[in-house]
């Protein structure tokens, strides 16, 4: 650490350069902190580390090949991230989708939902210097990840949703791991809360720490539990709702405080209130059903079909050849993922790749507010709100 | 998915033609959605407008994107997504810009939050925004040459350009 000439910087400020393989980073972040002492007057975010060209690839690819790519935008949010290009393509189709599809849409991104806020609470408590929340946060996750396993084959990459319903019929048994899972998680969630809830040094780290009003939280577009830590109960399952969630009854959980430590409480909140949508979705999920829509040429005919009836031989090879194409125009979805608004703008010409698709990654966009958040803070009141702002690396540099 | 039109889009293309009729160039339904084509010398004051009167309160900017048409003239169209949190609404503002000279007013002054979409659109469209407080780029190394978003870009990149060796060097200045 070394006194150095800045454009901003007089001889009393020092400039650390954070990152990007800072632990408490959660990805490859680097930040440049202009500091006054341990004060932080101003504080430079540098990303693009993890830039891939997700959106450039989208372009030369079908509108089905792009789904495996969704996955890796948010990975710790990769059924959301397919639920939100799907949708955005069906849009565009003007496809219908099977109400036993919807459900199972639903309880799936309910669960991916429970799984990202356990990463989030274990990291961010490691972070604040609580180990062992992480060990137990992580024994949930991997229970959640057995049901994706179970689903689709994949803990992570789960590609599951598709254009048109989802991947596979849910499999045998599938209801009873998930009852046990709902048994066990309220409890192991009461568990969290006693670890931390009332820890003196959990609320020294967090409380009154990283506030932000309401007004510039919507001022700089952040959406997600930011937001509603700030005391807006926007979100989009409520607001815009999507795949039936209008059917659904669930809370919104608000604070006011706007400070990290509402940010936890609004995240453990919506643990709790996911899990009741995933009870619920269950019970509307019946037994037998279609899981995808009815629309020759755009959603892959059954293996069975395909083998006995020539229509479907032809839709399967032009679906895997040449893809389907979308009428010319413009869809724009949003869906709310773990993080806050996950959008996706999807642009048709016609053809049967897409002539642009735009993420609107909330990561992304709740990251530039972190100089607003951080000035006047302490060094290591830094962490405590990239933490509670909860971002994916791989969703920001995309 | 086919939606009715939001009940609400047609106060907004009212209320935004009362206050000025040259505003509105062209309003597009598709799939339920409302865009609303605005001219490019009237941006900013149509979406200080959209965001101002009291009818329309559209406080969230949610999404700004970039759509590049080549070889269409004009070539790109800037799509910025509209919500109003008490209106329970959601509109898309458009303004197109040519090949030759993409430039336009900078949205910050009426939402900050367009700082890093606006950015972003720089990095790998190459369009320009009047005004922006610091237009640097944000995904790509400051010395990357080209627009990677642009449909003349190829995806493989441009093979047989020497990677600059100082890509990677200079770091972003405070």
Same mark, same amino acid.
């Given at each position: 650490?070394?006194?150095?000439?800045?454009?901003?910087?007089?001889?009393?400020?020092?400039?650390?350069?954070?990152?990007?393989?800072?632990?408490?980073?959660?990805?490859?972040?680097?930040?440049?902190?202009?500091?006054?002492?341990?004060?932080?007057?101003?504080?430079?975010?540098?990303?693009?580390?993890?830039?891939? *060209?997700?959106?450039? @690839?989208?372009?030369?690819?079908?509108?089905?090949?792009?789904?495996?790519?969704?996955?890796?935008?948010?990975?710790?949010?990769?059924?959301?991230?397919?639920?939100?290009?799907?949708?955005?393509?069906?849009?565009?189709?003007?496809?219908?989708?099977?109400?036993?599809?919807?459900?199972?849409?639903?309880?799936?991104?309910?669960?991916?939902?429970?799984?990202?806020?356990?990463?989030?609470?274990?990291?961010?408590?490691?972070?604040? *210097?609580?180990?062992?929340?992480?060990?137990?946060?992580?024994?949930?996750?991997?229970? =959640? %990840?057995?049901?994706?396993? #179970?689903?689709?084959?994949?803990?992570? #990459?789960?590609?599951? =949703?598709?254009?048109?319903?989802?991947?596979?019929?849910? $499999?045998?048994?599938?209801?009873?791991?998930?009852?046990?899972?709902?048994? #066990?998680?309220? @409890?192991?969630?009461?568990?969290?809360?006693?670890?931390?809830?009332?820890?003196?040094?959990?609320?020294?780290?967090?409380?009154?720490?990283?506030?932000?009003?309401?007004?510039?939280?919507?001022?700089?577009?952040?959406?997600?539990?930011? %937001?509603?830590?700030?005391?807006?109960?926007?979100?989009?399952?409520?607001?815009?709702?999507?795949?039936?969630?209008?059917?659904?009854?669930?809370?919104? $959980?608000?604070?006011?405080?706007?400070?990290?430590?509402?940010?936890?409480?609004? !995240?453990?909140?919506?643990?709790?209130?996911?899990?009741?949508?995933?009870?619920?979705?269950?019970?509307? =999920?019946?037994?037998? *059903?279609?899981?995808?829509?009815?629309?020759?040429?755009?959603?892959?005919?059954? !293996?069975?079909?395909?083998?006995?009836? #020539?229509?479907?031989?032809?839709?399967?090879?032009?679906?895997?050849?040449?893809?389907?194409?979308?009428?010319?125009?413009?869809?724009?979805?949003?869906?709310?993922?773990?993080?806050?608004?996950?959008?996706?703008?999807?642009?048709?010409?016609? @053809? $049967?790749?897409?002539?642009?698709?735009?993420?609107? @990654?909330?990561?992304?966009?709740?990251?530039?507010?972190?100089?607003?958040?951080?000035?006047?803070?302490?060094?290591?009141?830094?962490?405590?709100?990239?933490?509670?702002?909860?971002?994916?690396?791989?969703?920001?540099?995309? | 998915?086919?939606?009715?039109?939001?009940?609400?889009?047609?106060?907004?293309?009212?209320?935004? &033609?009362?206050?000025?009729?040259? +505003?509105? +160039?062209?309003?597009?339904?598709?799939?339920?959605?409302?865009?609303?084509?605005?001219?490019?010398?009237?941006?900013?004051?149509?979406?200080?407008?959209?965001?101002?009167?009291?009818?329309?309160? /559209?406080?969230?900017?949610?999404?700004?994107?970039?759509?590049?048409?080549?070889?269409?003239?004009?070539?790109?169209?800037?799509?910025?997504?509209?919500?109003?949190?008490?209106?329970?609404?959601?509109? &898309?503002?458009?303004? &197109?810009?040519?090949?030759?000279?993409?430039?336009?007013?900078?949205?910050? +002054?009426?939402?900050?939050?367009?700082?890093?979409?606006?950015?972003?659109? /720089?990095?790998?469209?190459?369009?320009?925004?009047?005004?922006?407080?610091?237009?640097?780029?944000?995904?790509?190394?400051?010395?990357?040459?080209?627009?990677?978003?642009?449909?003349?870009?190829?995806?493989?990149?441009? &093979?047989?350009?020497?990677?600059?060796?100082?890509?990677?060097?200079?770091?972003?200045?405070?």
């Amino acid at each position: 650490m070394t006194t150095v000439e800045t454009a901003t910087g007089s001889a009393k400020t020092m400039v650390l350069n954070m990152g990007p393989q800072h632990p408490s980073t959660h990805g490859v972040l680097r930040i440049l902190l202009e500091l006054d002492g341990e004060t932080v007057l101003n504080a430079v975010p540098d990303l693009g580390y993890l830039h891939t *060209g997700i959106e450039k @690839s989208c372009e030369d690819k079908t509108y089905s090949q792009a789904i495996t790519l969704t996955d890796r935008m948010d990975y710790l949010n990769p059924l959301g991230n397919n639920l939100a290009y799907c949708l955005a393509v069906e849009k565009l189709l003007g496809l219908e989708i099977p109400k036993r599809a919807q459900y199972i849409r639903v309880m799936m991104v309910e669960l991916q939902r429970i799984s990202s806020h356990l990463v989030w609470l274990g990291t961010h408590a490691i972070d604040m *210097g609580a180990m062992s929340v992480f060990l137990y946060c992580f024994r949930e996750r991997e229970e =959640i %990840l057995k049901i994706f396993e #179970m689903f689709s084959g994949q803990r992570m #990459m789960t590609s599951y =949703i598709r254009i048109g319903g989802v991947a596979l019929q849910p $499999p045998t048994g599938w209801r009873a791991a998930i009852e046990r899972f709902l048994k #066990m998680m309220p @409890s192991r969630v009461d568990e969290y809360e006693a670890l931390l809830t009332e820890n003196r040094i959990w609320i020294g780290r967090l409380k009154g720490v990283g506030v932000v009003s309401s007004r510039d939280a919507v001022a700089y577009s952040m959406t997600g539990p930011t %937001l509603r830590a700030a005391g807006l109960a926007y979100d989009n399952r409520k607001v815009f709702p999507y795949s039936s969630y209008q059917e659904f009854k669930f809370d919104v $959980p608000t604070r006011m405080e706007s400070d990290c430590y509402a940010r936890y409480l609004v !995240r453990v909140a919506e643990i709790r209130e996911s899990l009741k949508i995933v009870e619920q979705a269950m019970a509307k =999920i019946t037994d037998e *059903g279609a899981i995808k829509t009815d629309a020759p040429g755009i959603v892959p005919p059954e !293996r069975e079909k395909m083998k006995t009836e #020539m229509e479907a031989l032809i839709y399967h090879f032009k679906i895997f050849t040449e893809g389907f194409s979308p009428p010319p125009g413009e869809a724009y979805v949003a869906v709310e993922s773990p993080r806050g608004e996950l959008g996706c703008f999807i642009a048709s010409d016609g @053809s $049967p790749k897409p002539l642009r698709v735009h993420f609107r @990654s909330p990561s992304y966009i709740n990251l530039q507010a972190l100089p607003k958040i951080v000035e006047g803070q302490l060094l290591s009141d830094v962490i405590a709100c990239i933490g509670t702002i909860d971002i994916v690396l791989g969703e920001v540099d995309r | 998915m086919t939606e009715s039109p939001s009940p609400t889009s047609g106060v907004v293309v009212e209320t935004l &033609r009362a206050w000025n009729p040259k +505003a509105i +160039a062209e309003v597009i339904e598709y799939r339920g959605e409302t865009t609303i084509v605005v001219p490019r010398e009237l941006l900013r004051a149509t979406a200080t407008q959209c965001r101002e009167n009291a009818k329309l309160h /559209f406080n969230l900017l949610t999404d700004a994107t970039c759509v590049d048409r080549y070889p269409v003239e004009p070539r790109f169209e800037l799509n910025y997504q509209l919500v109003s949190i008490s209106c329970r609404d959601t509109v &898309r503002l458009r303004t &197109r810009l040519d090949g030759q000279n993409p430039v336009v007013d900078s949205l910050v +002054a009426v939402w900050p939050g367009a700082n890093w979409l606006e950015r972003e659109i /720089f990095d790998l469209f190459g369009v320009r925004f009047t005004g922006h407080p610091d237009l640097r780029r944000i995904l790509l190394p400051d010395n990357w040459e080209g627009h990677p978003l642009r449909k003349d870009f190829p995806v493989e990149g441009h &093979r047989d350009t020497p990677v600059s060796r100082d890509m990677f060097k200079k770091s972003a200045p405070l």
